[in-house]
């Protein structure tokens, strides 16, 4: 595909690049990942749509929403889930630009508390109320506002409705290129359902590291 005089990259150029840039580092990414899994989703484990849902922010697979709060697992990630989403795409963006990640970035998101909190809140209210319409409504929603704990990594000054508008505007044209990038991983998605989710520790460093090099694509055009 060409984008005036530009050609972007394919599915499979782009997983390429996810693979070089996790070379030496998938053990640290795998830690990361797990980790934010752990504080964010572990403690949902009875709710299978709410465990579906944080996928949109660390592995971007499904596209049901059901928020709950009748548990304390939910409050849990009610509180984490946008600081620790921050977190994640910090960690991918110091990956792929190769400016030596630590485990500690995960945490980074705490440090702007209040506006990753404000964006998960919103971001998922907005998909909720898209999926209400139907189901395709939300998955374009989810798109929409995908690259927005990236805009935010890079424009911590970004207020998380600013962070939400410049995602919508960088996707305009590209939430099926987007869509296409998540639909390559379906076979290592199944391979991961065989290995009774042990798989999964791998697939989401992998799914992540590419959707990075993703962002970083849209950002040069």
Not at 168 to 186: C, D, E, Q
Request: include cysteine; charge should be neutral.
């Amino acid at each position: 595909m060409h984008i005036g005089t530009k050609r972007l990259q394919e599915p499979s150029e782009l997983r390429e690049l996810a693979r070089d840039s996790l070379a030496g580092k998938w053990s640290l990414a795998v830690a990361v990942c797990f980790v934010a899994w752990i504080l964010a989703d572990a403690f949902t484990s009875g709710n299978t749509t709410r465990e579906s849902t944080e996928l949109f922010k660390f592995g971007n697979g499904s596209f049901f929403i059901n928020y709950s709060f009748t548990s304390i697992g939910n409050i849990i990630n009610l509180i984490l889930g946008g600081p620790i989403a921050f977190g994640v795409a910090s960690f991918f963006l110091k990956l792929i630009r190769e400016t030596e990640p630590e485990f500690m970035d995960l945490f980074s998101g705490l440090s702007y508390f209040l506006k990753t909190f404000v964006l998960d809140i919103v971001t998922t209210i907005f998909i909720i109320l898209w999926t209400l319409l139907f189901i395709i409504p939300g998955i374009i929603a989810a798109l929409r506002y995908s690259m927005a704990y990236y805009i935010l990594n890079d424009n911590p000054e970004l207020s998380a409705l600013e962070a939400i508008t410049q995602s919508t505007k960088i996707m305009i044209g590209h939430k099926m290129r987007l869509l296409t990038l998540w639909l390559s991983f379906a076979g290592w998605f199944i391979l991961c359902l065989l290995t009774v989710g042990i798989g999964f520790l791998w697939f989401i460093p992998y799914l992540k590291a590419t959707e990075a090099h993703f962002y970083e694509e849209l950002k040069s055009l």
